[in-house]
């Protein structure tokens, strides 16, 4: 047995309990380094003891993912959580991995700034899960996903060397582009402890509008409608059916958000309000318009037994929510759907067990052929046991392949969780 | 995969940080080439050791001719003189070969046919790079893509264009503007440079700031890899599962293979702009609007700055009306839908008056506003007219640090007795000192050499970049210690072993030329599932 004990303080480690589980998978030892030195020697030491490790921040993304093939140590790193360098003028900040986004906002917050990334879940998802899930939410629209806004990252890799790829500017080419590999990767390439984000003003005021529309083909019209006018939308969803709690039932809306200065907005609203009455909807003003965000962003963790996650082109969006819908009542179902509109990003909550592998079986192959995916962000362990959770990464699995053996030659960095069985 | 790992374990491989571990058996090696790495100084090629001695074997043109047809492969030495380097010209090495294929499955076959003698080559697009990474280095053959020329798909609903690596940035612009959209990197060579080359290099423009630069504009690329197999990665889908390995393709210089087509994103042409050139005494003063600008919360399309020297050179060449004892000129750039936009500009404009603006002229119209963007964009031909020869450096420093990069430079300028004119994306805290030098003195040269090395250090200790948009290239090679250290150079190395193996996408580039050997694990390509 290691004795993780000695790493990291016999205080900071503990034997797994059900609430630590990855993905089902209920760890031997839980660690919670204090430092980077400290998560060094844990990485030393699971690699030489061919231990599997995952790394984790507040457990709050887990269960995306394939479940690991083992899970021997489960290291936290919420014991690195400070904001170490927020440079407002130069619009970077420098945050340690185990730090929560509700607490990185609140500091950027003070200088009138965001980290315009807005998954569900603030308060319990760290940067590290952030990057390392490569979550997102309705701001992508507009301001991109965890790869536009990365600009530095310091990570532990297999031999316990600490790697430095990127830097603390906005704009550098030196070297590749290494943070680039760590994004999305599930903690399968090295322990991410430090990261640099580009950072941007706070938009002085945000509002929504919800258009009410009869099905998602329509709705999801009218949000390239949006996309194509003059008002620049802050972020753009579509609801299908029961997609939207204060929604209008059986059918589907837009809904629009708008940011920026009084007058922008003003006029942005005046603009989808004319785009809604040429296409014979109506269109309801939303008060706390960063509150509905919120709740639409929090889609992915609402109670369901299964959210899966379509990726198709913007102009297909309306015609995929269809074909969801369809799928689904075959398999005497609903699917309650939500789309980053303008992403051609679509969720899917399924809440029958037995529907899940029918569901991904009927739609993946459509998808996957037209360059798209479907994966299963989220479901019970033994849901996923079913089926595949990712789907085919395309012809850059052999190269994928030789990544993570180039990177984890000894295999014991979240064995199983990723893309081909990574 | 345990079975697998098994069967690899053991399959070591000395790997050279230059990813030069094929060099010496391989044809086309070049003489002096293992004597080099004299300590950190920049070198001409020949100064390198690097004496080339044509190898390539008679029958090997004649099959790369079969390939890419009689007027595809050029090896005449007169004709090889326009392949001997790129923008940046302190350097040149001529190929042995050129070869120009009409398609991507054209580059696959070239390469195969390296593949199997073991040669290197070195990716070209237009030449218009500013670090020397297509300068052959030990790569006798140049797989140049001017002739993957065409645009092959418009998606206008989904915003999306598929262009082969020859198809030259700005004709992407220009061949969905009357759809009101636009590819939004904008590097001041896009008239020639293609989007191969813009790929490779990782481009970025005076339009960063609030677009990003190429990275944030490619959703997928067909890359050929250095044995010939063509594999494509994302695609104009986002979210596709797996490694972002379209990311780490941008910016790797040419060193994972050759970049044969790509899905780019493009965005909505801005409804309106607000163009301001705003005179001021002094770089500092100029700067300190930038920070105010910032710091206001507005987030301009672009935010240049010129110092005195480009100021005197711009109007001397144009007669635009510039005061030539301004100390700097900001040219700010706001966009987005109109509304608003006249509320943005006031508040820059107050913002600038704060920081003591001597004079601040605005675009009343597009004609106007090509006027003024005419100061920036000429600057480097206005500065053409000063010296014989001009380097443009290319360095990043945290934008609050520019007045300091500035005095630095100044204090470079005189230790190195040069002429060195600004011209910077001060919005991004990207600097471009331009050194002036005339390229028959010997020792001015070395001097530029130095002065640039200096420039760099300088930006390393500001907690910056070596650079922001140019690449390392062979002109950098020597500083990336100031950096990197050895465990993140070994990171990349491993990295690039992956694409290749053996080191023979565009060898020399990137990685300093120390004489390090490390013993690193080459995985083999596995066979997909």
Known sequence: MTDWGALVGPAWAAPGRADDAVDGVVPTSVVRPAGIEQVQAVVRAAVGDRRALVPSGRGAHLDVGAPPARVDVLVRLDRLARVIDHQAADMTVTVETGCSLACLGAALAAAGQWLPLDPPRPEETTVGGLIAADLSGPLRASQGTVRDLLIGLRVVGADGAVVTGGGRVVKNVAGYDLPKLHVGALGTVGVIVEATFKVRPRPAAEEAIVVACRTAREAADAALAVRDSDVAPLWLEVAGAGGLAEGPGEGAALVVGLGGIAEEIAEARACVQRIAESLRLRAAMVSGGTALRARLGAFPVEPAVAVLKAATLPAEVGAVMERIAAAAREQGTAARCLAHASSGVIRAAITEPAAVAPLVQALRPTLERAGGSLTIERAAPTVKRGVEVWGDPGPGLPLMRSVKAAFDPSGVFAPGRYVGGL | ?529
Not at chain 2, 29 to 55: I, N
Not at chain 2, 331 to 337: N, S, T
Not at chain 2, 468 to 482: D, W, Y
Not at chain 2, 483 to 493: E, G, H, Q, S, W
């Open chain 2, 1 to 529: 995969m345990a079975h697998e790992r098994r069967r690899h374990r053991g399959q070591h491989a000395r790997v050279n940080l230059g990813g030069t571990g094929a060099e010496q058996d391989a044809p086309g090696r070049c003489e002096g080439a293992r004597d080099r790495g004299h300590g950190g100084a920049l070198y001409t090629s020949e100064d390198r050791g690097y004496k080339s001695v044509p190898v390539l074997p008679t029958a090997l043109v004649a099959r790369l001719r079969a390939v890419v047809g009689a007027d595809g492969v050029i090896d005449r030495p007169e004709a090889l003189l326009v392949y001997e380097c790129d923008g940046y010209t302190l350097e040149r090495a001529a190929p042995e070969v050129v070869v120009l294929p009409r398609t991507p499955a054209e580059v696959g076959a070239v390469l195969r046919i390296l593949a199997a003698v073991q040669v290197a080559f070195v990716p070209r697009g237009a030449g218009t790079g500013l670090s020397g990474g297509t300068l052959p280095i030990a790569a006798p053959v140049m797989i140049c893509t001017s002739r993957l020329d065409r645009i092959e798909t418009i998606d206008v609903p989904n915003r999306r264009i598929v262009a082969q690596a020859g198809v030259v940035n700005q004709w992407v612009s220009t061949a969905v503007r009357a759809h009101g959209l636009c590819y939004a990197p904008d590097p001041s060579s896009q008239p020639a440079c293609t989007i191969g080359g813009n790929v490779a290099e990782n481009s970025g423009g005076p339009h960063t700031l609030k677009y990003g630069v190429t990275t944030n504009h490619v959703l997928g690329v067909e890359l050929a890899l250095p044995s010939g197999e063509l594999v494509a990665l994302g695609g104009a889908v986002e979210d596709r599962p797996g490694y972002d390995l379209v990311g780490l393709v941008v910016g790797a210089e040419g060193t994972f293979g050759v970049v044969t087509r790509a899905t780019l994103r493009l965005v909505r042409l801005p409804a309106a702009h607000r163009t301001l050139l705003a005179v001021f005494d002094s770089v500092d003063a100029a700067s300190e609007a930038v920070s105010g600008i910032i710091g206001a919360g507005i987030v301009p399309a672009a935010l240049e700055m010129m110092d005195r020297l480009i100021i005197q050179a711009v109007e001397a060449a144009f007669k635009i009306g510039l005061p030539t004892d301004a100390g700097a000129v900001l040219l700010i750039e706001i966009d987005g839908p109109a509304a608003g936009l006249d509320e943005h500009a006031a508040r820059a404009t107050a913002v600038c008056r704060t920081s003591g603006v001597r004079e601040i002229r605005v675009a009343r119209d597009e004609t106007e506003r090509a006027a003024l963007w005419k100061c920036r964009k000429r600057a480097f031909g206005a500065v053409g007219r000063l010296a014989p020869n001009y380097c443009t450096q290319d360095g990043v420093v945290p934008r609050t640090r520019v007045p300091e990069i500035v005095r630095i430079i100044a204090e470079v300028a005189d230790r190195h007795r040069l002429r060195i004119a600004n011209v910077f994306h001060a919005g991004d805290g990207n600097i471009h000192p331009i050194l002036l030098f005339d390229e028959r003195d010997r020792d001015e040269v070395a001097r530029v050499r130095a002065a640039g090395r200096a420039i760099l250090e300088a930006c390393v200790a500001l907690g910056g970049s070596l650079t922001g948009e140019h690449g390392i290239g062979v002109e950098k090679v020597a500083e990336m210690p100031l950096l990197f250290t050895p465990a993140d150079l070994l990171a990349m190395a491993r990295l690039r072993a992956v694409f290749d193996p053996e080191g023979r996408a565009n060898p020399h580039k990137i990685f300093p030329d120390a004489k390090v050997c490390v013993e690193t694990r080459v995985p083999r390509r596995q066979a997909a599932v």
